[in-house]
């Protein structure tokens, strides 16, 4: 099993400002299949990035997905109000998918 | 527009059994691999069951092996989770979730149902 760890827990930030989040797996994360979701408090998650860098649609382009191995980052290049949420990566690279346990952006 | 409805959670004592159903549209549900994904109070999503398009192949995670059992029909686009056997650690929101044609992640999620599993 991969197991993937997130960091920080908790980021906080002021909007317009440069959120970088951290997932890193306990090992390689064969082509790249890791995503990132957003999740906002009583909805389900939401894809925002997979295979590493590649944006969901309708996704706007402050959010960048980066990395390949065992460490990849999500970058929010300017907070918006409604990027504030709790942000999940999760790989796909074997038959056992596994999430991280989350990093919570919130208002400063 | 894609659409996925979970219904069927609720209490149930420790033993007990519950079976969840999610209702899709918008989409050929008889294309895609379909899964249920469920999160405990404050917890991330952990995977719970995997189903191919046409029902021939499941996966579950250890926690569910043997308790739990997933099945589709196509005629209805529903997909079914029969939960026996449950415990206090099987409390959490149930996903489904639409994998996507492309990879391993999930392109679309229902909004979940609650499962507490409490005496």
């Known amino acids: 099993e991969i197991v993937l760890t997130q960091s920080p827990g908790t980021l906080s930030l002021s909007p317009g400002e440069r959120a970088t989040l951290s997932c890193r797996a306990s090992q390689s994360v064969s082509g790249s299949h890791l995503a990132w979701y957003q999740q906002k408090p009583g909805q389900a998650p939401s894809l925002i990035i997979y295979?590493?860098?590649n944006r969901a649609t309708g996704i706007p382009d402050r959010f960048s997905g980066s990395g390949s191995g065992t460490d990849f980052t999500l970058t929010i290049s300017r907070l918006e109000p409604e990027d504030f949420a709790v942000y999940y990566c999760q790989q796909y690279a074997n038959s056992l998918w596994t999430f991280g346990q989350g990093t919570k952006v919130e208002i400063k | 527009e894609v659409q996925l409805v979970e219904s069927g959670g609720g209490l149930v004592q420790p033993g007990g059994s519950l079976r969840l159903s999610c209702a899709a549209s918008g989409f050929t549900f008889s294309d895609y691999w379909m899964h249920w994904v469920r999160q405990a109070p404050g917890k991330g999503p952990v995977w719970v069951s995997r189903?191919?398009?046409?029902?021939?192949?499941?996966n579950y995670a250890d926690s569910v092996k043997g308790r739990f059992t997933i099945s589709r029909d196509n005629a209805k686009s529903t997909l079914y989770l029969q939960m026996n056997s449950l415990r206090a650690e099987d409390t959490a929101v149930y996903y489904c979730?639409?994998?996507?044609?492309?990879?391993?992640?999930?392109?679309?999620w229902g909004q979940g149902t609650l499962v507490t599993v409490s005496s």
């Open positions: 979730a639409k994998r996507s044609q492309g990879g391993g992640y999930y392109d679309y």
């Open positions: 295979d590493a860098s």
């Open positions: 189903l191919n398009s046409d029902g021939s192949t499941t």
